[in-house]
């Protein structure tokens, strides 16, 4: 059997390495297959070449990790133990990359897995994030249809946030000056609907498009709906969103005499074709989910 010695500056640097507590270090040997022994500022690792050398790359990444600041508790050493094991990169420092800082008084914010340190990417990067099923697994949103749903086409990519591409083509349609419009939406149309408006209004401000918003009470919001009453130069906030996880799903909220929003295209082209083709291609479908 094969041993290695690991030497620290002091007792306190090693023990920091797996959070000062013993039964760490009995992991490490369970999961590795190592014999693991602390003293004063030092580790010995003994075990099989190979197995000694998965335990140096632990203990090496941490070492760096603490000496950038980053602070090993249970839970970072469990999950860097559990990365090696498995023959994963660590990349402990890629992860410190992307700490927040907070305030000067209070700890940063620093991922503790690579989809928590995606999730702060994609805050810092788009002013809406879209957050679908565990926390860390939000995303730009790129389609119609979040990527759970039947249909979604993964191909498609979100359009870049372009400003100034944007006020050239308002010119082109005949607005140089840019435009002003009222965008109504409903108090509980969907979750943190207030904020999400405000920020929506923010950025096509940037475009040129001058949005005042107006929050109403459901009610009123349904009977503006139901009267086909949004007045010239208004935009209305519906929720497509499926409860069926499919296109066909949020395509009858929005389209279809008997959808959520559907009232709106009562008689008009776009209900009856979507009404009729959808009546022709899926039969079965159609009769599942609006018996007679």
């Known amino acids: 059997m094969a041993s290695e010695t690991l030497h620290f500056d002091n007792a306190r640097q090693a023990q920091s390495l797996y959070a000062n507590e013993p039964k760490n270090l009995r992991l490490v040997e369970?999961?590795?297959?190592?014999?693991?022994?602390?003293?004063?500022?030092?580790?010995?690792?003994?075990?099989?070449?190979?197995?000694?050398?998965?335990?140096?790359?632990?203990?090496?990444?941490?070492?760096?990790a603490v000496a950038r600041g980053t602070?090993?508790?249970?839970?970072?050493?469990?999950?860097?133990?559990?990365?090696i094991s498995r023959g994963e990169p660590l990349k402990m420092q890629e992860l410190h990359e992307g700490r927040v800082d907070v305030s000067t008084r209070k700890r940063p914010i620093v991922p503790k897995t690579q989809g928590q340190k995606r999730y702060l990417e994609a805050i810092r990067k788009n002013d809406i994030v879209i957050g679908i099923g565990p926390a860390g697994t939000g995303k730009p949103y790129s389609g119609g249809l979040a990527d759970t749903d039947f249909g979604h086409n993964p191909a498609l990519k979100p359009y870049p946030y372009d400003?100034?591409?944007?006020?050239?083509?308002?010119?082109?349609?005949?607005?140089?000056?840019?435009?002003?419009?009222?965008?109504?939406?409903?108090?509980?149309?969907?979750?943190n609907d207030k904020a999400l408006m405000e920020a929506i209004a923010d950025m096509w401000s940037k475009a040129g498009i001058r949005a005042r918003l107006e929050m109403m009470e459901m009610g009123a919001r349904q009977r503006m709906n139901n009267?086909?009453?949004?007045?010239?130069?208004?935009l209305f906030l519906g929720n497509p969103q499926s409860t069926l996880l499919d296109a066909d799903g949020s395509l009858w909220r929005?389209?279809?005499?008997?959808?959520?929003?559907?009232?709106?295209?009562?008689?008009?082209?776009?209900?009856?074709?979507?009404?009729?083709?959808?009546?022709r291609e899926c039969p079965l479908q159609n009769s599942l989910q609006h018996p007679i």
């Open 227 to 234: 009267e086909r009453a949004v007045p010239p130069s208004g």
């Open 71 to 83: 602070s090993i508790r249970r839970q970072e050493f469990s999950r860097a133990v559990s990365a």
């Open 30 to 64: 369970d999961l590795f297959n190592l014999k693991v022994t602390a003293r004063d500022g030092w580790i010995s690792i003994e075990g099989a070449p190979a197995d000694i050398e998965r335990g140096k790359s632990l203990f090496t990444e941490l070492q760096q």
């Open 163 to 191: 400003p100034a591409k944007a006020k050239v083509l308002l010119a082109q349609a005949g607005y140089p000056g840019g435009i002003d419009v009222t965008i109504y939406f409903g108090n509980g149309t969907m979750v």
């Open 254 to 279: 929005i389209f279809h005499p008997t959808g959520f929003n559907g009232k709106y295209w009562i008689g008009s082209q776009p209900g009856q074709r979507f009404h009729d083709n959808r009546a």
